[in-house]
């Protein structure tokens, strides 16, 4: 595995920058967090036997970020894509999910995606839909970002720089439709704090090219099975307008640890 070092520009990740021109993890290097097999434990394709790569680095600081290994922090060597790429493939598993982090930010992504669906792989790419990446998949699991997840007065965040480049960078409607009009197998995951939270997503998804009510899903937020007054109101807001409960099969199988 080349443990090579990052040039000190985007260091920390994020993606500053134009990703195309300006990401020193261009030129088939990718900084992985983890790689592991194990199955989806959300979305259409739960229980499905799957290896994940996690890639290292994103553009947002989501309060409730369930990787911070992947973004507030990110951690792990730089690889290169035909050495994950074989990795992946040596698996033997046909179900492939490129996860982060935000792995549109990463040109190695996109290759990674075309060099594993031209083998036969089912690839599901994994993103917040703010960032463009040409990295035609399966299925593009979609997780826009709310309100919710500004880290306002987060102790990670002492400045509040990171607070206010998130809350500038967590939607881009432009960016949004574009990639669900190129992907049209698609889910949009919302993670969810409260009832108030449905307004901004209809609001959304109003200003977004048509999306089926069954490619809308709702997770509640949390890195522990949600208590069952959380579950109550989000089973409700489902039924009521054609959406999906999003259950995480690999936090009730394994608890919240890594490489599940
Ligand atoms: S976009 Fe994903 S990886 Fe990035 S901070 Fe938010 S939850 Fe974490």
């Not at 594993?116 to 399966?138: I, K, N, Q, S, W």
């Amino acid at each position: 595995m080349a443990d090579l070092r990052l040039p000190e520009y985007g260091n920390d990740g994020s993606g500053e920058g134009s990703p195309e021109s300006d990401n020193p993890q261009t030129g088939g290097m990718v900084r992985i967090a983890e790689t592991f097999a194990s199955i989806q434990g959300e979305g259409k394709l739960s229980g499905v036997p799957s290896f994940f790569v996690r890639i290292s680095g994103c553009n947002l600081r989501c309060s409730w970020c369930d990787t911070p290994h992947a973004s507030w922090s990110p951690e792990g060597p730089v690889r290169s894509v035909e050495e994950v790429f074989g990795e992946v493939v040596a698996s033997g598993l046909r179900h492939v999910v490129l996860t982060g982090g935000e792995p549109m930010l990463f040109a190695g992504a996109g290759e990674l995606c075309r060099r594993l669906r031209a083998l036969g792989r089912h690839v599901t790419f994994e993103t917040a839909g703010t960032v463009y990446l040409d990295a035609p998949c399966d299925l593009l699991s979609v997780s826009p970002k709310l309100s919710n997840s500004t880290p306002w007065g987060d102790a990670r965040d002492q400045a509040g720089s990171w607070a206010a480049r998130h809350e500038s960078r967590r939607l881009d409607v432009s960016v949004l439709g574009r990639l669900l009009e190129l992907n049209p197998e698609h889910q949009l995951k919302f993670v969810v704090r409260a009832p108030e939270d449905l307004e901004e997503i209809e609001s959304l998804l109003g200003r977004l090219p048509r999306v089926r009510p069954a490619d809308v899903l709702l997770m509640p937020e949390g890195v522990r099975l949600p208590e069952p007054e959380s579950v109550a109101w989000v089973v409700r807001a489902c039924i009521e307008r054609g959406w999906r409960y999003c259950h995480r099969l690999h936090i009730e199988l394994f608890g919240h640890v890594r490489g599940t």
